[in-house]
């Protein structure tokens, strides 16, 4: 047979060869107009609309494709000043996780038998403010607590801050952003004054070198990595990471320090750059404090001091030195890396000191940058209401809570005095029985919360749990006395914001199913049945509590008080605090410190330092290996409770936990490829699918943080500042199950 | 005003107008269905949207410059070009060509691999996105029974056109790049297009306007190059000789691949789809043909050529043909069962020219006609039966054996075509022939005890000879059969992890039970049995004793079962060629 004989063309009839018919038809595309070029058939929109994704905080825009105003499509927004027509997948498949079968649709209640019925929203209402009510009465404000998101709107957030504190008047919340951006924010409030992350995403292109430290940005943050490929200044990009990632690939340094050896390594890179005067000491004299000290400080971390204990070479070293002494602009970008770590606040510290003392801060392509997780994480730090009062203001300040009570229009006297117990508190308060019930909303803490066994301990031990989720199925919900049906992204308005500061807009183009309820109408209803409703009258729509948090934003630095409502967002292509009402630009970019001057009363920012110290839990000849976990693809999100719920996505990365492993470990410990492997820690052990490759260095084993397994081996140690948790490094064993 | 005390519970949770009466008996409204009402509500258009006037593709300011500034010419066509550089995983153009072509559920155009490997001092880690690579020679286009592939004189495009697709799934096997997807719900394979439509009015295909790094482009290429290209068998690491099928996607990197990249799915054992009704076709139409082959044998005249004695047709009776026929019968329906839309199967004549399978189906439908006009002569008079130089039947039966063993044939070159190792020709075709002799062998034997044993036929004269002569063949082929199957397990000692490596890794592993039912079905009914019988007198087979039927039965019985499960490992072990998969557990 002839390989070279195509099929020939002859005429046939259409019942021996048919080149058209329903089928074809049912994959042809047409002009969908409106911009949108070609779309299929069946899918062709009569109005679009922009707005923000709903994963993490990237925060791209999303064209939303519309039939009688309900969507049936999306691409990403060209316009879009952040991901310029560009999305990942899970940005792709926002909408398909909205149709998943297990949806909550109705509140469930845990009945007599211990099985969860549908009820009526009055029932469940009527339940939850009775158990709730009970507790204040019989063991006082500090007895319920709730436990919310980065996954919401800053409307949501807002209005759940006030009614759970001002109206309900109980004191203790977190957030789960405590698990992701908390070491930065108090990194950033602590050294800069506010926490005020200072960057434009239009740095990535105008850098001469970008650092990234503990942050797989490629799969983390794929928009990201497309802005850094758009960066047309040939750039130095130095990676940071114990592990070979898609990043370091890219890299044109690759510095695989040990693990918790960053510290070390950026006060040896200080005491260098002020060893070879390659500091800029007029940006030190004007705007920082405590330069001197710093200096004194690093003295002892010598080069070898750091490749002693970070495991580069000299060579290695003296290279990345170079770069930041002879780029003229460097930036550093750090993610979880940094931020899940028990000394994260001072490492973090120990890159903004860099950042300040070659004076690579508020010009275009500089930065000491965090890439935030979450979508809203900022809003829930700014306007959650949760660690800080509105607005970034202090519970412990007279004159906040005076402020924040004129503002909002209440009795100062419904503010509480104190601060909020953070999350892992909140888990102890449980376990010592001060905490009897628990509300929590869009988290997953069964899954997520470090060393999860004991979370799930703590969890059972409630008197009353309610989980307010857009679906009944997640680790948390099948624990709960009660579940709320939340509606998700793209069935509700509000506003979140990037990491960048930018705020963009969430849109109602899907219709919630069942009886769920945005989150927003959940709040307002529990205020109701609390009897505090009245006290919410002003907060009567999303758009109405945006203006309200505006109002809290004047005067601070976060000060958005200068948009003009949520059309203005919509028009402007997204809006980056500050944005005050006086001084109102309508710049697309827009980056902090350009004037030198930080947050703090003297306008100085802060020279912030400690020595490191070792991992908390060392290695030991039973446990020689350290874990580090983190995110294993860019189509899972967290702990999975939306991504999984997508068919396409769920074909985008591996079905079950592995374990990524040293070709040299996994024959040491006669483990073969692919083959089933036990990983224990103290806490908890687990069985996965050996992944041999050498991107591992020896003796670290990398486990993907999305499977329900993992956090069973994590060690609940925290940052003693930010109080978030050290997900990266614990120590394990390994061997291969026979 | 708030009160720090908590206040009694609201009687305004009621939302019910004042005017309202009390009494009537209808449940009050209540802020909650207030909330539910405003939840129900889509306001996004009228509130925002303004993006009603008609545009230009927006995307294009960015994918203008990944399109080729113009179409091809002669001797070029349109190909991907994937800069590896820029390809970091996010896989962001598998969802975009899934949700801008409009494909179903889980349906994907476009894979991404990994591939790693690299030194403790340079690890490497890279990803590969994939599709269709619009070969110069598909072989997805070769090897299609019904011509449902098109590649363009002028774009080089390979279309699959849905509607003439009778569902096969022939081009999977074909494609050595696994492109071809089979699509259950409409019983039709669909494929990337290179989003043919798309560059016909100038816009991006899907995953070239989607990808955030521009690491697919669209460009034109020679056709001259891409086979000069393919000399050096380099076109991907991990991925399959381009040789085969001159695959047009180029794959671009400044980086040195280490010598030791592998795909990160390299060591998953990929246990293959076992397709019983290929399995039940296949072994039911070889002992078809096998049987007829036997009886034609034992019957034919041909033989008095070259000295033989004669057998008189006749004396065999019908019941070996009619067996074969019905069995046969029911092989050709069970292949229709493996089709997505069965009804079109008459279309697979088009493709006789270049499609092994449109050779096989056309084979076989001429052999199940002969046959059954072999089977049934009886019934057309004497001037077919008659005997003699002129008659017609030993024609019939030679034409019934030639399509028949033609048709065998073309079912070994279906699977050699596939260019999978275990399938290679040789070994199928020793497998596909000797199952065929095998079954031929044991049908014709049980067909004649079985009817001397219920005396419907008068086969006392032959029984005796022919028995213990249709055993030993049964017994030997058996025996070399068994024997040649078993030779992949010498691949275990393959040094690296060879595709026959991992099939004979399958066979002692996941497969191993149904490789030890095989083995010990086909030794216990091909060879022990036979043995049996023919340490039997001469006498127990006329009349047929029990013993010999029990035995004839037996021995048939798992002659049968024993080659079914070699048919089913012959599915199941195989190792597909593909591009470099991802990462799977």
Known sequence: ?????????????????????????????????????????????????????????????????????????????????????????????????????????????????????????????????????????????????????????????????????FGMGFVHCDSNTRQCMATTATAYKQSFGFDAPPYTYADFEESDALVFIGSNVCLAHPILWERVLRNRRRPEIVVIDPRRTETAMNATQHLAIAPKSDLVLFYGVARELIARNAIKPDFIAAHTTGFDEFAAFVEPYTVDVVVERSGLSAQQFHQFVDTIQHKQRVSFWWTMGVNQSYEGTRTAQAIINLALMTGNIGRPGTGANSITGQCNAMGSRSFGNITNLFGGRDFLKPEDRTEVASLLNID???????????????????????????????????????????????????????????????ETAAMADLVLPAAGWGEKEGSII??????????????????????????????????????????????????????????RPCDFSGIRGYKHIDDAGGVQWPYPSEQADDAQERRLFADGRFFHDDARARFIFEPPRAMPEPLTSKYPFVLLTGRGSAAQWHTQTRTAKSAVLRKLYPQSVYVEINPDDARQHAIAPHSLV???????????????????QRGQLFIPMHYAETNQLTDSVFDPYSKQPSYKACAVRLSAVQ | MPTVEDPPLPLGLRSTPAGVSRDVPVAPRTVIDDFLDEQQRLTAVETFSRWHEDRPPAQSKYYAALLPAAPPGPGEQYAFEVDL????????????????????????????????????????????????????????????????????????????????????????????????????????????????????????????????????????????????????????????DPQFTLPTTTYITNRVFPRNVIPADYHTPRREHAHWSLIVMLVLTQLSVGAFAVEFWLTSQWRTWWGGSTTPISSLGEVPAVTALLLGLLALGAATLHLGRPLLAYRAVIGLAHSWLSREIVAFGVFAMCAALYATAGAWGPWIAAEGPTAVLPWVGLAVVATGLAGVFCSVMIYDYTQRPFWNGLDTAIKFFGTTVTLGATTVLLALVVSRWLQVDATSSLLAAQGPRLCRVLAVATLIKLGWEQRILTALFDRTLSPKRRSAQLLVGALRPVLGWRIGLGVVGGVLLPWALLSMPAAAWSPVETGVLAACGLSSLAVVLGEFAERYLFFAAVVANRMPGGLST
Not at chain 2, 102 to 118: M, Q
Not at chain 2, 207 to 230: G, K, M, Y
């Open chain 1, 1 to 165: 047979m002839s390989r070279t004989a195509l099929p020939s063309q002859p005429v046939m009839p259409s019942w021996l060869h048919a080149a058209d018919g329903p089928l074809t038809r049912e994959l042809l595309l047409s002009p969908g107009d409106y911009g949108l070029g070609l779309l299929p058939n069946r899918a062709r929109p009569d109005a679009t609309t922009s707005m923000v994704c709903g994963y993490c905080a990237t925060g791209c825009g999303l064209n939303v494709h519309l039939q009688d105003g309900v969507a049936v499509g999306l691409s990403p927004t060209t316009e879009y000043p952040v991901n310029l027509g560009m999305a990942c997948p899970k940005g792709w498949e926002a909408l398909e996780v909205l149709k998943a079968g297990d949806r909550a649709t109705t509140p469930l209640l845990r009945n007599d038998r211990g099985r969860m019925e549908a009820v009526t929203w009055d029932a469940a209402l009527t339940r939850m403010v009775g158990e709730f009510r009970r507790m204040k009465r019989e063991h006082g404000p500090e007895s319920v607590a709730f436990l919310s998101t980065g996954q919401i709107p800053t409307e949501e957030m807002a209005l759940l801050g006030a009614v759970f504190k």
């Open chain 1, 678 to 696: 036990t990983v224990a820690s103290q806490r908890g052990e687990l069985q996965a699918r050996a992944f041999v490759t050498p991107t591992m």
């Open chain 1, 498 to 555: 990037n990491a960048e500061r930018r705020i963009g807009l969430l849109k109602k183009v899907v219709k919630a199913p069942g009886q769920s309820l945005a989150d927003f109408w959940i709040f307002k209803a529990v205020a109701e049945y609390w009897g505090c409703g009245r006290m919410f009258d002003d907060w009567s729509s999303p758009e109405a509590v945006f203006r309200i948090v505006q109002r809290l934003s004047k005067g």
């Open chain 1, 412 to 474: 100062a006297a419904c503010i509480p005095t104190q601060n909020s117990l953070a999350y892992h508190e909140i888990l102890e308060g449980i376990l010592r029985g001060r905490i009897k019930g628990l509300w929590v909303i869009a988290t997953n803490t069964a899954h997520s919360w470090i060393n999860q066994s004991h979370a799930k301990d703590i969890l059972s031990r409630l008197d009353f749990l309610v989980v307010q989720d857009m679906y009944h199925t997640t």
């Open chain 2, 85 to 240: 550089d820029r390809c970091s995983g996010c896989k962001a153009c598998v969802t975009a060509c899934h949700a801008l072509n409009g494909l179903d559920d889980d349906e994907t155009f476009r894979d991404v691999g990994l591939l790693i490997g690299g030194t403790a001092a340079l690890p490497v880690i890279q990803h590969v996105t994939t599709a269709c690579h619009h070969c110069l020679e598909p072989a997805c286009a070769t090897a299609c029974p019904v011509d449902a592939y098109e590649k363009s004189p002028v774009t080089g495009i390979v279309k699959h056109l849905d509607d003439q697709c009778i569902g096969c799934q022939y081009c999977m096997l074909a494609c050595p790049y696994d492109v071809p997807k089979y699509h259950a719900g409409k019983g039709i394979v669909r494929k990337c297009d290179l989003c043919s439509s798309r560059l016909a009015v100038g816009e991006a295909p899907a995953c070239v306007q989607a990808c955030p790094h521009e690491a697919i482009r669209i460009r034109v290429v020679n056709v001259a190059d891409v086979i000069a290209d393919s000399e050096s068998r380099q076109f991907l690491p991990g991925a399959p």
